[in-house]
């Protein structure tokens, strides 16, 4: 019986040639030559208070020209590490930017946005270094955590051939950093009425004494850590009378008991409102009259 062997054809091959387009410079003496120098750190502000407005800080880069053809060149920066121009620390965000004047009227981008925020200059071997300024902003309000915030940034120098961007043909990475302060804000609230920590705030009235008195007020507080409230009392946690009887009383922070005989100092952590509640005992063997005392209150951010 027949074996028929299967017939086979010889593969075909087909050889594709690929070419890729770079944009390169026609002769390598066209090529700038470019140092970026002085721009290793930029610290918009030595440290942010949240509650203090903007902080604007002034930097410098220096660029130098290596000899060679006249340069028209771009200078830009890019939106950092952490995108968007943002500074992070371990809790928390930063939000910041740079700018090319002092007016925050233009940001400072790179070669993905528009050329117009990018700073255009000409180097050659008579004017062979510049200085370039530029602001950094950190916009007020951000209640953040306190602490060191950072980021980095690129700077980047672009050649411009027959007014097309080339390159870059000089990169240098920067720090961006500055520190949070801790802050604090109080306001004591009242039989309803609410005023800043600040001098006279109000009056408790605690009612008849002689079965026992009692009364409370609210403190509210805001901050970006942990702080202290510290209390006094003018009468030594008493309150008196022009006829010189007294009553003793007993505070109370958020339930806590707290003595104020010698002052007192309660560790808080958080924003929040607490609560400030004076009681006394019965108080009907003393003398008829108008009981006080004044109570200082003070918030430091710890």
């Not at 000899?67 to 939106?79: E, F, M, R, S, T």
């Not at 968007?84 to 939000?95: F, G, I, N, T, Y």
């Not at 958020?254 to 005992?281: I, K, P, Q």
Request: glycine share 12%.
């Amino acid at each position: 019986m027949p074996i028929l062997a299967p017939l086979l054809r010889p593969a075909s091959a087909l050889a594709v040639s690929l070419l890729l387009s770079a944009p390169v410079f026609a002769k390598d003496k066209d090529r700038c030559e470019i140092d970026i120098k002085n721009i290793d750190r930029i610290e918009p502000t030595a440290e942010y208070d949240p509650y203090g407005g903007n902080a604007t800080g002034y930097h410098t880069v220096e660029l130098e020209h290596d000899d060679g053809p006249a340069c028209a060149l771009l200078l830009g920066i890019d939106d950092g590490n952490n995108g968007s121009r943002v500074m992070e620390s371990s809790k928390d965000r930063l939000v910041y930017d740079l700018y090319k004047d002092s007016r925050l009227g233009q940001r400072v981008g790179d070669i993905r946005g528009s050329e117009s925020n990018m700073f255009a200059l000409t180097l050659n071997s008579k004017n062979n270094d510049a200085s370039i300024q530029f602001f950094s902003n950190i916009p007020g309000g951000q209640l953040v955590a306190k602490g060191t915030y950072s980021d980095r940034v690129t700077v980047n120098v672009y050649q411009l051939l027959d007014g097309i961007p080339v390159g870059p043909i000089a990169s240098r990475t920067a720090q961006v950093r500055t520190k949070v302060r801790s802050v604090v804000s109080a306001s004591v609230i009242v039989d309803g009425v609410e005023r800043p920590l600040n001098g006279t705030v109000g009056t408790v009235d605690l009612g008849d004494l002689t079965r026992g008195g009692s009364g409370r007020f609210d403190l509210d507080i805001s901050g970006n850590g942990d702080y202290s409230l510290s209390l006094s009392s003018q009468n030594g946690g008493q309150l008196v009378t022009n006829g010189g009887g007294s009553i003793g009383y007993q505070l109370f922070v958020s339930g806590r008991a707290v003595s104020v005989a010698r002052g007192a100092n309660v560790d808080l952590g958080g924003a929040g409102r607490y609560e400030l509640r004076v009681e006394t005992g019965a108080a009907g063997q003393v003398l008829a009259g108008t009981y006080h005392d004044n109570l200082i209150l003070t918030i430091t951010a710890n």
